[in-house]
């Protein structure tokens, strides 16, 4: 499969994204690591992704501190965890600079925690949730942004608002008095799958919402102009179908197996 112009062997789907055999004939794979991509071939995805106009989120759950200071240094700045507990310490640990996104499912009572630092909340799945945020967000003085997750996938597992319960949250009473959180679009997790077809009806589902979105909600919104879909087995087909964020590990990392982060770990 050509990827941007790099030559990928898919081996299978697990987790995130593809475990990847061959990003280069140069590259080897022990027993318990398939390895990322080179600093060159990051280049190339990056300036693709980035003359379509498509933002690149590098996924760094289960990565340590140092493989993300090297994917950092390569000129990333975006990096998203889908755990509170491991963003804490790696945002202590590495630059300021790096541009923390939250992508997991966030419980209230670790709002407190992140807070004070996230740039973006990209799973806001509940009234609840978002008037937590505000609520934390006022007390530190910021504006937080955020993004609705919406439930597009055929899997039950999966966490996102229906667009009806959207509707009912944008249009009430609480929704319209926030001050501390700032909408800039939706996002949303399509289903493990190898199906194209499938994929493209709900990556096709999720624009069709962020349009009737910024139609009745958001027209005058300037920074509602988000939509984040597309990871490391499925963003090529998120990008032709409208995606302007795509959240990729594997694919940067490479898969790490039995990987655990310990505190300090550089």
């Not at 081996?11 to 590259?27: A, D, F, H, P, V």
């Not at 925690?113 to 978002?130: A, E, K, N, R, T």
């Not at 005058?220 to 179908?241: H, K, L, N, T, Y």
């Amino acid at each position: 499969m050509q990827l941007f112009g790099l030559q990928v062997d898919m081996l299978s789907m697990q987790g995130e994204g593809i475990i990847l055999s061959n990003l280069s004939e140069s590259r080897s794979a022990s027993s318990n690591c398939f390895k990322g991509m080179t600093a060159e071939e990051f280049q190339v995805l990056r300036t693709n992704l980035h003359e379509k106009g498509v933002k690149l989120i590098a996924v760094s759950k289960m990565k340590t501190p140092s493989q993300i200071l090297e994917v950092y240094q390569w000129g990333q700045r975006i990096f998203a965890e889908n755990r509170v507990q491991d963003l804490i310490p790696k945002y202590n640990f590495l630059p300021k600079d790096i541009e923390w996104h939250m992508i997991g499912h966030l419980q209230k009572n670790k709002v407190k925690y992140i807070v004070p630092f996230i740039s973006m909340i990209q799973s806001v799945d509940s009234l609840g949730l978002l008037q937590e945020i505000e609520k934390r967000a006022t007390k530190a003085g910021r504006v937080i942004d955020f993004l609705f997750q919406l439930r597009i996938a055929r899997e039950e597992t999966k966490y996102g608002l229906s667009e009806s319960d959207l509707m009912r949250l944008l249009e009430s009473k609480e929704y319209r008095q926030m001050r501390h959180v700032r909408a800039c679009g939706v996002m949303g997790i399509a289903t493990l799958t190898e199906d194209e077809r499938i994929l493209r009806q709900e990556f096709r589902r999720l624009k069709a919402a962020f349009d009737n979105l910024r139609k009745n909600y958001f027209s005058d919104d300037v920074c509602f102009r988000e939509i984040s879909m597309g990871m490391s087995g499925d963003f090529e087909i998120a990008i032709e179908e409208g995606s302007t964020m795509v959240r990729l590990g594997t694919l940067i990392f490479g898969e790490r197996l039995h990987s655990t982060f310990t505190p300090g770990e550089l």
